[in-house]
T-cell receptor
Framework: GAVVSQHPSRVICKSGTSVKIECRSLDFQATTMFWYRQFPKQSLMLMATSNEGSKATYEQGVEKDKFLINHASLTLSTLTVTSAHPEDSSFYIC????????????FGPGTRLTVT | GNSVTQMEGPVTLSEEAFLTINCTYT??????LFWYVQYPGEGLQLLLK?????DKGSNKGFEATYRKETTSFHLEKGSVQVSDSAVYFCALNEKDGGFKTIFGAGTRLFVKA
């Protein structure tokens, strides 16, 4: 099956700094990528949807200036958490959908962000 | 809008017990339905899926049938193992919803030896 990777798997940063998370589709071209956030013991909440070459569409309540999403190529999307604060600490998961007609999304393994 | 409701956990079972995790959905069109599993500290893995009414998805002894008349997609396994301990998410994905996957709240399963 298709594989989606994320890097880094874990990151610790200081409050006020920015951190970038990469999401890559390794063996298919991802026309659409999704970014989710998961709080401890809770479900996944969709943050934004990005299509290759266009601006991301953010869900209601998600600050687009704080969570910068770039989908510059068919295999790479990045999420940058700007001026991170402890409340941004969370598990961030990306998923990607291939160009072929399919309703299936392939999920990355997640990135655990801790802001101290 | 589209939504998924699944039974609250945690569910605690003894090894070899029968498992049912209920899931119902609300959708405007004809969604595909999924069960994902998340092991501690890991990302999501697709467990099984069904794309149309009456389809049965199955994998690793788990199965679920897409019931349009009851808008349900209950997860079942005849004999659970300790290694099945994880969080299970029911989800739907619909073209009319922009292919966004909507997740249920998740049900944590503990299996005791």
């Amino acid at each position: 099956g298709a594989v989606v990777s994320q890097h880094p798997s874990r990151v610790i940063c200081k409050s006020g700094t920015s951190v970038k998370i990469e999401c890559r589709s390794l063996d298919f071209q991802a026309t659409t990528m999704f970014w989710y956030r998961q709080f401890p013991k809770q479900s996944l909440m969709l943050m934004a949807t990005s299509n290759e070459g266009s601006k991301a569409t953010y869900e209601q309540g998600v600050e687009k200036d704080k969570f910068l999403i770039n989908h510059a190529s068919l295999t790479l999307s990045t999420l940058t958490v700007t001026s991170a604060h402890p409340e941004d600490s969370s598990f961030y998961i990306c998923s990607a959908r291939g160009r072929e007609v399919s309703y299936e999304q392939y999920f990355g393994p997640g990135t655990r962000l801790t802001v101290t | 809008g589209n939504s998924v409701t699944q039974m609250e956990g945690p569910v605690t079972l003894s090894e070899e017990a029968f498992l049912t995790i209920n899931c119902t959905y609300t959708a405007t069109g004809y969604p595909s339905l999924f069960w994902y599993v998340q092991y501690p500290g890991e990302g999501l893995q697709l467990l099984l899926k069904a794309t149309k009414a009456d389809d049965k998805g199955s994998n690793k002894g788990f199965e679920a049938t897409y019931r349009k008349e009851t808008t349900s997609f209950h997860l079942e396994k005849g004999s659970v193992q300790v290694s099945d301990s994880a969080v299970y998410f029911c989800a739907l994905n619909e073209k009319d919803g922009g292919f966004k996957t909507i997740f249920g709240a998740g049900t944590r399963l503990f299996v005791k030896a």
